[in-house]
């Protein structure tokens, strides 16, 4: 009785000290807040490939976003509950750094880099998203019950593009041996397979699989 004491001792102490710890954790002043309801804290740097480039996610407590507006672009998964609402992306040679998009009026649900083999080494070609930003099922907020964006943007964070808009999921994606994505997608309970240029972030092709009785 007197060792079960203590170890339950042992585990209030310690629970109460890690509460202690992130109740302190300061939030950041990275984004506008004019309402003060969101707290900001970036995530882990994660290193491009081989490249000097990191991108860091700018994680808010919230996994939504109040519906105001679209926000403008200059622009396989299920939903992975996230709390990354952009993305900004340091130089670790010239120390500088951009951000993926110009507000927080976005939710992002997923990221991916996208590489091709070369000669036996694995090269970053562009990094791909699932970004939701608009409130296509009129609940007053943008999460994971709405319709997603898949974009690309260059390896540094430029060039942002969106390529598929209002679909339900992303089956597959992948660098092919000639260099382009190929990508499985849904949308409205229909499955469509599309080629993109990594270079120009252009759709070379998209087709609807066709049906049993079609085949």
Do not use: C, H
């Not at 994680?59 to 976003?65: D, H, I």
């Not at 309970?189 to 990594?198: K, P």
């Amino acid at each position: 009785m007197l060792l079960l004491g203590l170890i339950l001792t042992l585990a209030v102490i310690s629970y109460q000290l890690s509460k202690d710890s992130s109740d302190q954790q300061p939030s950041l002043n990275l984004a506008k807040d004019e309402d003060g309801e969101e707290k900001w804290n970036l995530g882990y740097p994660n290193r491009i490939g081989e490249t000097d480039y990191y991108y860091v996610q700018l994680e808010s407590e919230k996994l939504y976003v109040k519906n105001q507006s679209r926000v403008e672009s200059f622009s396989m998964y299920d939903y992975k509950p996230t709390r990354a609402k952009n993305v900004v992306f340091i130089n670790s040679n010239t120390n500088k750094s951009n951000w993926l998009f110009e507000s927080v009026q976005q939710l992002i649900t997923e990221i991916r880099l996208l590489s091709s083999e070369d000669e036996l080494k694995s090269i970053i070609k562009a990094i791909s998203y699932e970004v939701i930003n608009s409130d296509t099922n009129k609940d007053g907020i943008f999460d994971n019950s709405d319709k997603r964006i898949f974009a690309l943007s260059k390896i540094d964070g430029t060039g942002y593009s969106e390529i598929i808009e209002g679909y339900n999921r992303i089956v597959s994606s992948r660098v092919n041996n000639e260099g382009n994505l190929f990508v499985v997608f849904i949308d409205n309970d229909t499955v469509y397979t599309m080629l993109i240029d990594l270079s120009l972030f252009k759709v070379l092709d998209k087709k609807a699989l066709p049906k049993v009785s079609d085949s």
